[in-house]
């Protein structure tokens, strides 16, 4: 699969680096509906914390010895401290510890990222830049390159080893517009913007790491 290299202002890139070689058995996948689902799935329940759990009164550490005799009193007949009417006692009925620690196996975890960046390149929703460099890290001037871009509602932008300095500055905040580098790529986040941008540096290191 070829792919047209644009610049930030969205005019193509002249010469022998005009066109980039995408591997089909990356970026020409047929997605599946099921093993995206899985994957996503995955990730967001791996992003949930350990529900905490509450004190029930065999947790709280009270006397267990009977306030007063039984009868005789006046008073009702209690047993101990540690029940759930009295102030520090255990809670009745309370949240149970939850460790959301779900697995998926690795294979499906790469074929996931393989298919939605497969759905990108299918839908047209892909745009491959030469790269990120600005002269200065101004908010203005970029939005003013990234309007002929086209990138839609919304755009994740995938650099290489690590995401331009002064693109990461200016884009800060621009709504609509995540950066990061290659090796944070996920499905979720691909699927979840309009339109997928990489930079020649992104598909290199792409490639690089499912090979490896």
């Known amino acids: 699969m070829k792919l047209k290299v644009k610049t930030l202002d969205g005019k193509n890139v002249t010469g022998a680096k005009g066109e980039l070689e995408l591997k ?5 996948l047929d997605p599946r509906a099921d093993i995206l689902h899985r994957v996503v799935t995955w990730q967001l329940e791996k992003r949930r914390p350990t529900a905490r759990a509450a004190r029930e009164r065999s947790d709280v550490n009270r006397t267990g010895a009977k306030w007063y005799k039984q009868k005789g009193t006046g008073n009702a007949r209690h047993g101990d401290k540690r029940a759930p009417i009295f102030i520090g006692g255990g809670k009745a009925h309370g949240p149970r510890k939850r460790d959301f620690n ?9 074929l996931g990222l393989k298919m939605a960046l497969s759905d990108k390149a299918k839908s047209d929703n892909l745009i491959v830049v030469d790269n990120l460099d ?3 890290a101004k908010t203005k001037a970029l939005i003013g390159k990234l309007d002929k871009l086209d990138y839609g509602k919304s755009a994740l932008v995938i650099d290489g080893e690590a995401v331009n300095d002064a693109f990461r ?9 995540d950066v990061m580098p290659a090796i944070g790529a996920n499905v979720y986040d691909i699927l979840n913007h309009e339109t997928l ?7 290199e290191q792409l ?3 499912f090979n490896g």
């Open 207 to 209: 490639e690089a790491r």
């Open 169 to 177: 500055k200016a884009s800060a905040n621009i709504i609509g517009i």
């Open 24 to 28: 089909d058995e990356i970026f020409g």
């Open 102 to 110: 779900p697995s998926l196996n690795k294979k499906v975890r790469v």
């Open 197 to 203: 941008v990489l930079t020649r540096a992104a598909v």
């Open 134 to 136: 600005l002269k200065e």
